[in-house]
């Protein structure tokens, strides 16, 4: 990947489990938007000790939007973050019983 690429996932993230995205040393990306495909499932920064919730759209307070989708309800998050090697993505989904699909997308700024 350069400067400038387009960075985007969908993953599934397991039940009760969780999913990172960590850019390689030296690599800074600016994370635009994240969706899930189910309320029990939340984007974190993280420094792989301390976790931060990153997107509003879990929260009762936050600014994200609900939307409709041929496969059901999903949340969208509108936030701007950057990440880099140390500081970085994690989704957990906090439901036990079911795996559901998670997204987010950037732009590789150095």
Not at 63 to 74: F, I, Q
Not at 83 to 106: D, R
Request: charged residues 10%; proline residues 3%; hydrophobic residues 40%.
């Amino acid at each position: 990947m350069a400067v400038g690429d387009a960075i985007t996932a969908i993953v599934s993230v397991p039940a009760g489990g969780s999913v990172t995205y960590q850019p390689a040393a030296g690599v800074e990306v600016m994370i635009v938007a994240t969706q899930v495909s189910d309320i029990n499932t939340y984007f974190y920064i993280t420094d792989g000790t301390n976790d931060i919730v990153l997107n509003p759209s879990q929260n009762v307070y936050g600014v994200g939007r609900v939307a409709s989708g041929a496969s059901g309800e999903y949340r969208v998050g509108a936030e701007r973050v950057f990440i880099t090697n140390s500081i970085y993505l994690k989704i957990v989904n906090y439901n036990t019983a079911n795996a559901y699909n998670a997204a987010y997308s950037g732009i590789q700024t150095k």
